[in-house]
T-cell receptor
Framework: GDSVTQMEGPVTLSEEAFLTINCTYT??????LFWYVQYPGEGLQLLLK?????DKGSNKGFEATYRKETTSFHLEKGSVQVSDSAVYFC??????????FGKGTTLSVSS | KAGVTQTPRYLIKTRGQQVTLSCSPI?????VSWYQQTPGQGLQFLFE???????NKGNFPGRFSGRQFSNSRSEMNVSTLELGDSALYLC????????????FGNGTRLTVT
């Protein structure tokens, strides 16, 4: 069946450090890929998405590229801020919704 | 545009009882998905409704059920509650296409004692 492997945290960084959160998946066909973020006490919200191979999604300084050959969608940010502290989830789409999510990576950024 | 609204925000129930959670999607969204979030298991997919029909179903026992109304509002019901059902239940709405992002509510925190 479909699956998502996402690096588990917690990831602890200093402000302005570089961030990478790895995500690989197995899926039938070529799903759209999503990163969601959950801030403390809130529901998830879309961070970025990519719908086909080599697409790059970007938002709020975060980027992720849809790599079909490696079935990966790694999340990166060049300079993190304290306000980026949250839990990040990788999710491929399937049958019109997200049937599976990564376990979530907790990011903690200190000033 | 109003976001996804889940009610109630908090619930405390005892084992053996049943509970109903409600979700109002974003206007125009025909798909509503439900998830259980726990620290140990992360986010697990329960089921998805699209235009009043269950389109996808996760691996949860039959005690978990749902429905969707003609206005796209959805309810989730859990019968014969167990301690392990304590979790944050999240609802998400979308246009229901392969590239449609999910829009989540803030969840209902269910505690079973």
């Amino acid at each position: 069946g479909d699956s998502v492997t996402q690096m588990e945290g917690p990831v602890t960084l200093s402000e302005e450090a570089f961030l990478t959160i790895n995500c690989t998946y197995t899926a039938t066909g070529y799903p759209s890929l999503f990163w969601y973020v959950q801030y403390p006490g809130e529901g998830l919200q879309l961070l970025l998405k990519a719908t086909k191979a080599d697409d790059k999604g970007s938002n709020k300084g975060f980027e992720a590229t849809y790599r079909k050959e490696t079935t990966s969608f790694h999340l990166e940010k060049g300079s993190v801020q304290v306000s980026d502290s949250a839990v990040y989830f990788c999710a491929p789409s399937g049958a019109g919704t997200a049937l599976i999510f990564g376990k979530g990576t907790t990011l903690s950024v200190s000033s | 545009k109003a976001g996804v609204t889940q009610t109630p925000r908090y619930l405390i129930k005892t084992r053996g009882q049943q509970v109903t959670l409600s979700c109002s999607p974003i206007s125009g969204h025909r798909s509503v998905s439900w998830y259980q979030q726990t620290p140990g298991q992360g986010l697990q997919f329960l089921f998805e409704y699209f235009s009043e029909t269950q389109r996808n179903k996760g691996n949860f026992p039959g005690r978990f059920s749902g429905r969707q109304f003609s206005n796209s509002r959805s309810e989730m019901n859990v019968s014969t509650l167990e301690l392990g059902d304590s979790a944050l239940y999240l609802c998400a709405s979308s246009l229901g296409q392969e590239d449609s992002p999910l829009h989540f509510g803030n969840g209902t925190r269910l505690t079973v004692t």
